[in-house]
């Protein structure tokens, strides 16, 4: 089993990466919590496949458990089932004294761990994330948020979980197009930090060598995003780093109302097309944007710009949470494995994204 403790001033949690973890929660969980109401928190995908079996161990040892389902899918992290969930959490009377478990991908993470930032001032919570894409990044780091109808996260807050279980064999029962959706954000990973990584990925010939290297692949994305988070927690410098590819990607999504491209695909696009702009303009060493779209070929994602209003794009883009005032920064790249961010001028957008 690998283990990293996230260390943060106000804080500390653990993050624990094993194969078949799930099948020993309920033990787990007795570690760090003594109290006996546990409301779980997942989607309507997850609990098909794993929902009896999570509720059946933890009721093994001694919690009273409360289920609360909601649809798959980014049309969940809305206000609206924001508020259902608030109201079902109520309704089993829970309180700061009880634990919220998050178990599914970012958007269950996501929605379930500002519910728990928020109600009654906020209520311990644990992640158990079941995608690729939430294992590695958006289960980590304490970002939690709802979207708006303007935009993806506008709407919320930091609030680390009390720990983190990442089973690896969870992946197994993923469709094809969301296990490669995370490989977008590892191949991210490999783009701003780890070379190592990076090229070890376009070594990989079949899914199973893939799934061979998985829990190494996993504690390599953590160890990145944990030392991040530790140096800047509430993103005012380094860990704006780990949004390579998504000022762009968010746009696409929201330009397509999230339903032609799932999170994974739009960052792929981003991370090609801002690489391949700020190559031509001799910011990027000659070659990255190639690599970047020999390696999302390998791993079936997307790196064309689909059609697209452009002024609309900007627009978007312009309503970013990273923009302070007329500027904003962006994420760019000097070679595979390093990263910057660049400020530029609000009017100068489409000169990086189009």
């Excluded at 692949?217 to 410098?237: F, H, L, M, T």
């Amino acid at each position: 089993m690998y283990i990293l403790d996230v260390n943060l001033v106000h804080k500390s949690y653990s993050i624990y990466i094993k194969k078949g973890i799930i099948r020993d929660i309920g033990r787990k969980l007795r570690k760090i919590y003594k109290n006996e109401k546990i409301a779980v928190i997942t989607d309507s995908n997850v609990e098909k496949i794993y929902g009896k079996n999570i509720e059946d161990n933890l009721k093994r040892n001694g919690f009273l458990i409360e289920k609360i389902v909601v649809k798959s899918g980014e049309e969940s992290k809305s206000l609206e089932v924001l508020k259902y969930i608030y109201d079902r959490l109520l309704d089993f009377e829970i309180n700061r004294g009880d634990l919220i478990l998050t178990f599914g991908g970012g958007v269950v993470g996501d929605l379930g761990g500002f519910a728990a930032s928020t109600l009654l001032r906020g209520i311990p919570y644990v992640q158990v994330p079941t995608s690729l894409l939430a294992q590695i990044d958006s289960s980590i780091g304490g970002k939690v948020a709802v979207n708006l109808s303007r935009g993806k996260n506008l709407v919320g807050s930091f609030y680390h979980p009390e720990a983190v279980f990442i089973d690896p064999v969870l992946l197994e029962t993923l469709e094809k197009r969301f296990l490669y959706d995370g490989m977008a954000e590892v191949i991210k990973y490999g783009c701003i930090r780890d070379r190592k990584l990076f090229k070890n990925l376009l070594k990989y010939n079949t899914e199973k060598e893939l799934f061979d290297n998985i829990e190494e692949i996993i504690y390599s994305c953590c160890s990145i995003k944990k030392e991040i988070v530790e140096n800047d927690e509430k993103d005012k410098g380094e860990r704006m780093l780990l949004n390579f590819g998504h000022t762009l990607g968010h746009a696409v999504e929201k330009y397509f109302k999230y339903e032609k491209y799932t999170h994974g695909e739009a960052v792929a696009i981003g991370m090609y097309n801002i690489t391949r702009r700020s190559e031509e303009q001799g910011m990027t060493e000659k070659g990255t944007a190639n690599l970047i779209k020999e390696i999302l070929n390998k791993y079936y994602l997307p790196y064309k710009m689909p059609d697209m209003d452009k002024e609309e794009i900007i627009k978007t883009i312009n309503l970013d949470k990273k923009n302070k005032g007329s500027e904003m920064n962006i994420v760019l790249l000097k070679k595979i494995g390093e990263s910057y961010i660049k400020k530029i001028k609000k009017i100068d957008v489409k000169k990086y994204f189009y």
